[in-house]
């Protein structure tokens, strides 16, 4: 059975920090793409930051460039999210998922290639 389990989020201060882990169980991470979607209230869904199997490519939205960082670490199966500079336009529900697929390039993260989604960590930013 798979499973994608968010840890990390929480409260932060605008221009702080916080770091996004997705534990996976049940099947082995790096033979898939993975990725961060987010959902902010009253917003669609989209697609933040998606790393390849390996870990050498990568694909930020424009939003979040030069803030955040996606890594992961395939012997612990487990995938990560830095965030740094945090604004509060950043606050949303955020999900760490599957993809079905790696496709290098801008479509990489696109909503129709998630396999399998975790169950949503919540980050707010706020003074």
């Known amino acids: 059975q798979w499973q994608l389990v968010e840890s990390g989020g929480g409260l932060v201060q605008p221009g702080g920090s916080l770091r996004l882990s997705c534990a996976a169980s049940g099947f082995t991470l790096d033979d898939y793409a993975i990725g961060w979607f987010r959902q902010a209230p009253g917003k669609e869904r989209e697609g933040v930051s998606c790393i390849s199997p390996t870990g050498i490519t990568t694909f930020y939205t424009d939003s979040v460039k030069a803030r955040f960082t996606i890594s992961r670490d395939n012997a612990k199966n487990t995938g990560y999210l830095q965030m740094n500079s945090l604004k509060l336009e950043d606050t949303a529900v955020y999900y760490c998922?599957?993809?079905?697929?790696?496709?290098?390039?801008?479509?990489?993260?696109?909503?129709?290639?998630?396999?399998?989604w975790g169950q949503g960590i919540q980050v707010t930013v706020s003074s």
């Open positions: 998922v599957v993809l079905s697929r790696f496709i290098p390039g801008p479509d990489m993260c696109e909503q129709n290639l998630v396999l399998h």
